[in-house]
């Protein structure tokens, strides 16, 4: 699989990253790492910014934590925890309720995109082509 085109990414953008380019990356994925490693490497340099809901917390610290592994759930959240952490507020309950509706999104799949929408970020990047159907924001796969 190819890596990601960041060219077409400024420098100073805001993604908000989905929980399965995280996980690819952290557990260093034989094929998938790769695709999204230049953003990992751009965000690395300080060109890019990065986001994250708390449904990605959950899910990123869920594998260390079913095997047992304290120590690497918690180096999992501090690093996660050093970006932009979008809480799940009213607002973007109800906005996820309207793309969950709309777009027949699922509806964790709708609370990313509307965390996303709601700190305006530049991109939401994710390896769920069921985003295909979002207008609202570009979309990385």
């Known amino acids: ?48 910014a990065f986001a994250v809901t708390t449904i990605t917390i959950a899910e990123v610290l869920s594998g260390p934590l079913r095997a047992g592994d304290e120590a690497l759930a918690k180096r999992f959240r501090s690093v996660l925890e050093s970006w932009q952490v979008v809480d799940l507020t009213a607002d973007i309950a109800e906005s996820a309720a309207r793309l969950h509706a709309s777009l027949k999104l699922k509806l964790a799949d709708a609370i990313q995109a509307a965390s996303a929408i709601s700190v305006n970020a530049d991109a939401l990047v994710t390896h769920d082509r069921d985003f295909s159907r979002l207008r609202a924001m570009r979309v990385l796969v």
Do not use: N, Q
């Not at 990601?4 to 996980?23: F, N, Y």
């Open 1 to 48: 699989m190819e890596p990601l085109d960041t060219a077409r990414l400024d420098a100073g953008s805001l993604l908000l990253v989905d929980s399965a380019p995280i996980i690819y990356v952290l557990e260093s994925h034989a094929r998938l790492a790769a695709r999204f490693a230049p953003l990992f490497d751009r965000h690395r340099d300080g060109e890019l």
